[in-house]
């Protein structure tokens, strides 16, 4: 879903799996996919002997995929014993959301002042996807990889779709966490009033309007924590 998402808008960075297309990445996007959305919930043991079966590959590309979970903190790893899913790491959760504030602050203040108008044409058709799929809880996995992309086609639309990887790559706790708030009433229509206000702020060249929208929008879940914390507190570390 990522990848064609990112090739409808003409997004070619969507992380190195648009890009290579491989089996590795192909087995990380797919797990990494499965563990944000909590499929694959925290303390989870990964076989890598199911998981070569599941996705009709040898060991050698699963170990590779582990590792790149490893390095996002997603996957915690027990030479020769077991690989299991990690807990969610709230010191880290408020790293990426200081990460994310500040350089989409940047990004939303510069596209104001000087960005592509076509950028606030994509950005409206994302938010018309995500208005198609928002009353539907079986959907939930859709809108969220619309959230990502809506976020990423800012950083394209400034050209910098580097940033935008930097970014998900350390943000695989706060996108968890994410998915535990999307449920809980009122979050989608907040997200999608969020996503809105930024355009809006885009659209019409004030740089303090759309630096506040996206602040606004991207403090809603990190207020939450410690609520979702208490709800749920076989999923944190």
């Known amino acids: ?120 044409t994509r950005a409206r058709s994302i938010i018309r996807m995500q208005e198609a799929v928002a009353d539907d809880p079986d959907q939930m996995a859709i809108f969220q990889e619309l959230d990502e992309l809506f976020h990423q086609t800012l950083f394209v639309g400034l050209n910098r779709g580097g940033l935008h990887q930097l970014v998900r790559e350390r943000s695989g706790h706060l996108e968890r966490v994410r998915r535990l708030h999307l449920p809980e009433q009122g979050k989608v229509l907040n997200i999608l009033a969020g996503h809105r206000a930024i355009v809006e702020g885009i659209a019409s060249g004030d740089e303090n309007q759309a630096v506040k929208a996206i602040r606004d929008h991207l403090s809603q879940t990190v207020a939450r924590v410690e609520a979702l914390r208490q709800e749920f507190p076989h999923y944190f570390a």
């Open 1 to 120: 879903m990522t990848v064609s998402l990112a090739s409808t808008f003409g997004l070619s960075d969507l992380h190195a799996a648009s890009l290579s297309g491989g089996t590795v990445q192909r087995v990380y996007e797919d797990l990494r996919k499965r563990i944000i959305t909590l499929d694959l919930p925290p303390d989870t043991t990964l076989s890598r002997s199911e998981l070569t079966d599941t996705y009709e590959v040898s060991q050698t590309p699963i170990r590779e995929a582990m590792q790149l979970l490893k390095q996002e903190g997603l996957v915690r790893i027990y030479p020769q014993s077991k690989t299991v899913v990690t807990r969610i790491d709230v010191p880290q959760i408020y790293e990426a959301h200081f990460l994310r504030v500040a350089l989409e602050s940047e990004v939303c203040r510069r596209l104001a002042s000087e960005g592509d108008p076509g950028v606030v």
